[in-house]
């Protein structure tokens, strides 16, 4: 029993990348490297996708975010297709806002950015929020609503709820796949 070749040389360049620019850096309050949620979200796209500049693009989405890589360097080293995708991911910070202030502006351009993305940017999408709503899940059984101090939200639960449930809609088009119904189960047993 061989197994089917795949070429994953994208991918795994992506994978070596992405570790380089997340190195020493810790997943916020979790106790393990960052580099665990962006394989967690490659894994969710590949429950949707074989396509390995997706898979690329799922290891890459918070380099440009929560680095100092920029969209310039995605592109030259992967292409504009998966440069465009982990752009789309990237959260936009106003210069002079707090992270606070910002949030809900940040969030909301994020839902209607993600409503008018590609179907392959939203599944890319689907990676990082289906990861996310599975640390919130298990970081709320265990702790409960003092969960929501750890983040920068003003509103605490009833914000994450708006905002999660606001990606939902805008990914709604993935409504098929098994990530998206584990994204909304989980959803409904945190927010209820």
């Given at each position: 029993m061989g197994n089917k070749y795949i070429d994953t040389a994208?991918?795994?360049k992506a994978i070596v990348f992405a570790v380089k620019a997340?190195?020493?850096t810790e997943r916020r309050g979790k106790g393990f490297?960052?580099?665990v949620h962006p394989m967690e979200a490659v894994e969710i796209v590949a429950s949707m996708t074989s396509d390995q500049e997706l898979l690329a693009a799922a290891a890459l989405h918070d380099t440009v975010e929560d680095t100092d890589v920029t969209v310039e360097q995605i592109r030259a080293e992967f292409g504009d297709r998966?440069?465009?995708?982990?752009?789309?991911?990237s959260d936009r910070?106003?210069?002079?806002?707090s992270e606070t202030d910002s949030w809900r502006d940040r969030k909301q351009a994020a839902i209607d950015r993600l409503a008018k993305v590609s179907t392959d940017s939203k599944m890319v999408a689907m990676g990082d929020k289906l990861s996310n709503m599975r640390a919130i899940y298990r970081d709320y059984m265990k702790d409960g609503d003092k969960l929501w101090s750890l983040f920068h939200?003003?509103?605490?639960k009833a914000d994450h709820e708006w905002h999660y449930?606001?990606?939902?809609?805008?990914l709604s088009e993935l409504k098929d796949t098994f990530?998206?119904?584990e994204f909304v189960d989980l959803l409904e047993k945190v927010f209820g």
């Open positions: 994208l991918l795994d997340h190195e020493n490297p960052y580099i998966i440069a465009a995708i982990v752009d789309s991911e910070f106003t210069e002079g806002v939200a003003p509103g605490g449930r606001g990606l939902a809609a805008s990530a998206y119904r």
